[in-house]
């Protein structure tokens, strides 16, 4: 009997890598943040203008992660975007179908979640 | 074209040939009976014990809060002393969390997974045992402080510098820290037969998309165990280290910090919370399809939730150390993460709400559990938005509105779905109804009575009531709202009773269920009545989300065992594992059954921990001696073992391997799962080295010289040297070298134990002190991290050779060896970024020799 391949065939990687993609923009901002107020910041709170940048590029870069990546799961589901969607068809196309729709629809909370990430940096300019 | 398509028709029903498999069956999976119960390890049996046991820890915890609400119920009160008062909320708070809520989630999980999947078992019965008999024995440890007045008494967070001087607080303390990582063990292994559970058992045909959403749930939670719990696990090392031995973790005065702690708490902490939500809420996304009559609306919609849920709320610890005085831009990453996990939350909840409203909903005592759950919860979760909030969070801190919000998460989010499910799954356990009358009675006390006690609490944390105060007077003015919580906790305990019970009465003479009596969809239901110790008759192929609903005559055909496996003719317990995408028929996977085994080993890892608690250095040796040999007796008698033919058939033409290993083998996705989490708490280490890195201006400190370079270097070569060895015996093995193999499995362990002896000698060299400064500390527990792990990986290498030479290990049957290759992918890993924080980071990081 042959066996998909969990990577190449399953498009679970694609299931698991974007909301690591948020993972990963939280932490580097927040280590960025954090370290640079801990390292820089004596008597008088530190300028926060470096970290915000590298922000908005960290946010820019992984936006653009995770369209990519909603495209490619556009590609596995195969169809217009449809929030509500049963794919409940016993096929391994319906299998595929179905871990395209749930990518996308983690793309969606990925990217409102990390721009609610990035917001802060709009609003500090100094660490304290 | 389907692999299904090639299976031959099923053979003509033959009762004499059906009662004869029946027979050989029930002997292969009988349960033992008598004292020999307690050698049980079917999952219906632990699974039970589990629950039970957890229940009596509920009620333990809940008599807890029935004192200390006695003595807030007037100011100025003295029915409990301050210290007992301290002990009581402190075990209220961990025995809730650590010994309920989240044991309670591998109970039913135990219990209910195997049957929904189909599958007669779990892959790895005895793991679930030996898990049961370590909560069960740490549990009672744990709880058994209190009644010699040495129970924990810093809060249920245990925050140094309280808790790591040993003058303040006392042996309690000891039993926290040591009793909970010793609970610990139990979820992790736990956490890694459900995780393998749902990749590996389901049943032919259960593809991701038909996966039901209880499975997704536990796939979910396991991984975010897997995460959570190792930060914690190196936090109780590192402050049982400082209060042991005196190693500077979190005292300032040496460069410490007791922030560090907050921080690995609060990353096992709130996920926790989730770890904790999520597999109560996956109970409701069960139950309600039944009583709505159709199915989840949005399935993909409450997988996004149960997913997006998982990671986010690794985003959220810091919301519990908004007053810690943390730069504000880092407060609010937090918030906002805090702000976005009520999306995905709120998702699933309107997902619940359309099925309702789609299907055709039938009242049941179930219901009305899950629907006060959703009420209490939504109300929790709101006021969770509130405290999410930096500045708001800066006047609730620490006060009863915080107490209020989070007992309405926990128990609508929790407590009730998970009574929602005892009603539910009652007939599926015992083969019994409930009573609706006394339902409702428990309920409507439980549901009035938790709103009485507790909603109030938002006022009164309003007006300043600060949480885990002894007593107050009566100028504060928070006497009448304290009557009223009391009263309701009480009215909520009185639900309770009705609800225990009902449960425990006895019911000989009550009517057996019917079989499925909610009709509902989801194979657990197959079962049975009265319920038979096999699991299911015959393993079917599962074409639908709702197989009993949407895959007519199933039932007949699992019962008439025109499926796989209805036969035990070599007398084994078998199950079959699949793949993990479309559910493929892989091989057939042999379990062990009944044993004293896992209850030995629990009892001497107990002794561990136990022993370790008091400092009673010798019997701990002793312990550990006895269950290294005690283990390494249950795996040599118990696992790897070479099958008597090769493959086997399954009935209707299906013929599968009876033995595997690699990525194929479930032993080898344990190991790696386990050693995930062993990485995650290595990370838990190396983040306390990058945490003081950020506070100190210099760190190595300045006067401090870091490990000796040149060791350091020899120490890494030496122990990737042991790994290279390793991976060369298990190719040398497969191409038929055996010799050649085991010389290098004896080779290996001293190469390895020398490059670990090597980098101690570094930082002897370098005389570094643990007792006297963080760095020097935090450089000694991450090489006591390497040699501990070095040395278990030491051990398994001759216990290969041993297996090579008793026939037990073959070119071909080679999983043993297989599975040790891939722990010391993980040594090789842990020795390189150990080698790079020692030796190369105070080259970049500006320490000062």
């Given at each position: ?24 923009h ?22 926060l203008?470096?970290p ?14 995770i ?6 799961a556009?590609?596995s589901?195969?169809g ?41 940096a709009?609003?500090f300019?100094?660490?304290w | ?18 009662e ?6 029930l ?23 589990y ?12 008599v ?11 100011p ?14 402190t ?12 044991p309670?989630f591998?109970?039913?999980?135990i ?17 679930s ?18 009644f ?37 063990v ?5 956490a ?45 090392l ?10 500077v ?8 910090d007791?922030?560090?702690?907050q ?10 919370v ?94 009305l ?88 609490m ?10 885990r ?19 309701g ?14 449960v ?9 269920a ?45 019962d ?11 007398g084994?317990?078998e ?67 070479i ?16 033995y ?12 790696f799962?386990m ?16 945490f003081?890195w ?14 000796d370079a ?9 122990c ?73 990986g030491a ?10 030479w ?33 030796g ?10």
């Amino acid at each position: 009997m042959k066996y998909p391949r969990l990577i190449s065939e399953g498009s679970v990687w694609i299931v698991a890598t974007i909301p690591s993609i948020w993972a990963g923009h939280f932490l580097l901002c927040y280590w960025v943040a954090a370290v640079w107020c801990a390292k820089f910041s004596g008597t008088v709170p530190a300028s926060l203008t470096t970290p915000r940048w590298i922000i908005a590029a960290l946010t820019a870069l992984s936006l653009g992660a995770i369209a990519f990546l909603a495209y490619r799961a556009l590609h596995s589901y195969g169809g217009t975007f449809s929030v509500e969607n049963e794919i409940n068809q016993n096929t391994s196309h319906d299998r595929k179908r179905f871990l395209g729709h749930v990518s996308l629809l983690l793309a969606a909370l990925s990217a409102i979640a990390i721009c609610f990430t990035a917001a802060p940096a709009l609003v500090f300019a100094r660490c304290w | 074209m389907s692999w299904t398509d090639d299976l031959a028709p099923p053979a003509p029903y033959d009762k004499a040939r059906d009662e004869a498999q029946r027979s050989r069956l029930l002997d292969v999976w009988r349960e033992p009976t008598g004292w020999r119960r307690f050698s049980a390890v079917n999952n219906s049996i632990v699974g039970r014990w589990y629950l039970l046991t957890s229940f009596a820890f509920f009620v333990f915890a809940g008599v807890l809060a029935l004192l200390m609400r006695s003595q807030l119920a007037v100011p100025e009160n003295d029915l409990l002393s301050m210290d007992f008062y301290n002990q009581a909320f402190t075990m209220h708070g961990t025995v809730m969390m650590f010994l309920f809520a989240v044991p309670i989630f591998e109970a039913v999980a135990i219990m209910v997974l195997p049957e929904i999947l189909g599958a007669r078992d779990l892959p790895f019965p005895r793991l679930s045992a030996f898990g049961y008999w370590c909560f069960l024995i740490g549990g009672v440890f744990v709880c058994g402080s209190i009644f010699f007045d040495a129970a924990p008494d810093g809060g249920w967070f245990m925050y140094p510098p309280l808790s790591s001087d040993p003058k303040q607080t006392g042996i309690g303390t000891d039993i926290w820290l040591l009793g909970l990582s010793f609970i610990e063990v139990a979820s992790i292994a736990a956490a890694i037969e459900l995780i393998i559970g749902v990749l590996k058992c389901r049943p032919p045909g259960m593809r991701l998309n038909l996966m039901p959403l209880y499975c997704w749930y536990v796939l979910v939670v396991g991984g975010m165990i897997l995460f959570a719990f190792p930060p914690l696990i190196a936090g109780d090392l590192l402050l049982e280290m400082e209060r042991a031995f005196g190693w500077v973790f979190f005292d300032v005065d040496k460069g410490g910090d007791p922030l560090l702690w907050q921080h690995l708490f609060w990353i096992f902490g709130h996920p926790e919370v989730y770890i904790i939500f999520l597999p109560s809420i996956a109970l409701i996304a069960t139950i309600l399809p039944t009583f709505a009559r159709h199915p989840m609306v949005g399935h993909s919609l409450v997988v996004l939730s149960a997913v997006g849920i998982a990671f986010l709320s690794f985003g959220l610890w810091v919301h519990h150390m908004f007053t810690t005085g943390l730069p504000n831009i880092s407060l609010s990453f937090f918030s906002a993460a805090s702000e976005a996990v009520a999306i995905p939350t709120g998702v699933q909840i309107f997902c619940f709400l359309a099925t309702l409203m789609l299907g055709r909903f039938v009242p049941s005592i179930p219901m009305l559990f899950a629907s006060g759950a959703l009420a209490i919860f939504v109300f929790g979760g709101l006021t969770g938005v509130m405290v999410a909030l930096v500045p708001f969070d800066w006047q609730a801190h620490d006060s009863y509105f915080i107490v209020a919000h989070l007992h309405y998460t926990l128990i609508g989010g929790m407590l009730f779905p998970l009574l929602a499910g005892i009603y539910y799954w009652y007939p599926f356990a015992t083969s019994k109804m409930l009573s609706d009358r006394l339902g409702k009675w428990a309920f409507w006390l439980m549901f009035g009575g938790f709103n009485t006690a507790f909603l109030p609490m938002h006022w009164t944390g309003i007006l300043g009531m600060p949480r885990r105060v002894w007593t107050y007077s009566l100028e504060d003015g928070w006497g009448l709202l304290n009557m009223v919580s009391t009263a309701g906790a009480f009215i909520m305990a009185a639900g309770f009773a009705v609800l225990a019970w009902d449960v425990l009465r006895p019911k000989g003479k009550q009517p057996l269920a019917a079989r499925n009596p909610w009709n509902a969809g989801t194979m657990e239901w197959s079962g049975e009545v009265p319920d038979m110790p096999w699991g299911i008759r015959s393993i079917p192929v599962i074409s639908t989300r709702y197989p009993l609903w949407q895959q007519d005559g199933l039932l007949g055909q699992v019962d008439r065992g025109e499926w796989f496996l209805p036969d035990a003719k070599e007398g084994k317990r078998e199950l079959m594992v699949t793949d993990i995408l479309d559910a493929r028929p892989m091989f057939v996977q042999r379990v062990p059954g009944p044993t004293y085994k896992t209850l030995l080993c629990a009892l001497l890892l107990g002794g561990v921990f136990i022993f370790a608690t008091y400092h009673w250095w010798v019997p701990t040796a002793l312990s550990g001696i006895g269950f290294v040999a005690a283990l390494i007796w249950w795996l040599w008698t118990g696992t790897g073992l070479i099958p008597e033919k090769d493959s086997k058939d399954c009935s209707r033409g299906l013929h599968l391997p009876l033995y595997a290993s690699g990525s194929r083998a479930v032993g080898w996705w344990a190991m790696f799962i386990m050693m995930i989490g062993d990485m995650t708490a290595f990370f838990g280490l190396v983040f306390a080295y990058m945490f003081f890195w950020t506070v100190h201006e210099s760190f190595p400190p300045v006067g401090t010289v870091p490990p000796d370079a040149l060791y350091l270097l020899l120490g890494l070569a030496l122990c990737l040297g042991a790994w290279a060895l390793v991976n060369t015996a298990c190719v040398w093995n497969r191409n038929g070298r055996r010799e050649a193999a085991r010389t290098l499995l004896l080779i290996a362990p001293i190469v390895g134990l020398t490059g670990v002896a090597a980098m101690g000698w570094a930082c002897l060299a370098s005389d570094l002190n643990p007792t006297r400064h963080a760095y020097d500390a935090t450089c000694w527990v991450l090489i006591l991290w390497l040699a501990g792990h070095i040395a278990a990986g030491a051990l398994m290498l001759p216990y290969c050779a041993a297996r090579s030479w008793a026939g037990h290990l073959t070119p071909f049957h080679d999983a043993d060896l297989r599975n040790v290759t891939l722990y010391w992918h993980f040594m090789a890993v842990t020795a390189l970024i150990t080698y790079l924080l020692l030796g190369i980071f105070p080259l970049v990081s500006g320490g000062t020799a």
